[in-house]
């Protein structure tokens, strides 16, 4: 198996890239899909919240507010810290299962982990490379406002309780700019994937 970390802030385009690559044939593990399945009700994910946040960020049907929740943590970056200590280490534990059974299907398999905080933890080096989406704050700002409704001040919040460029720079093994077209994005993407597919086979050799 060879394993691939793709990351990138908000609006980066890095799900462009996801699917991209999943569609010249790699394996994509979301981990924001993980995360939402380790906090459903009845896991423990969602019983630590709660105890944590109180009932206030449960909703009526037992179900995590994602709303209330965001409420309270993106403008706090010590409730947002407690967060990640009781999400981090459950989303990368599950990923893991996620990695194992795609080498148990496909020992030659190349999985990429679409992780949009990796530069927030220490897992980098778990990798055998590391893909940063990259799109300067303007055009992430941009995007948030035309396409999913955020306002500006929403926007640059969210921004600024991710990563900073620089810190995610200090981790990339490969940048892709993601500030021109679509098509552009999916070109790189496409080289990516040329030279990915060189190096796996070099692993398994």
Known sequence: MYLMGLTGGIASGKSVVARRLAEHGAVVVDADQVAREVVEPGTPGLAAIAAEFGDDVIGTDGSLDRAALGALIFGDPGKR??????THPAVYAASQQQFAAAAAADPGAIVVYDVPLLAEGTRAGDFDLVVVVQASAETRTHR???LRGYSREDALRRIGAQASDA?????????IDSNGTLEETMAQADRLWADVTSSAESKHR
Not at 81 to 86: E, R, V
């Open 81 to 86: 810290a407690i967060l990640n200590g009781i």
């Open 144 to 146: 948030m406002i035309e």
């Open 167 to 175: 810190e995610r720079l200090a981790i990339a093994d490969v940048v």
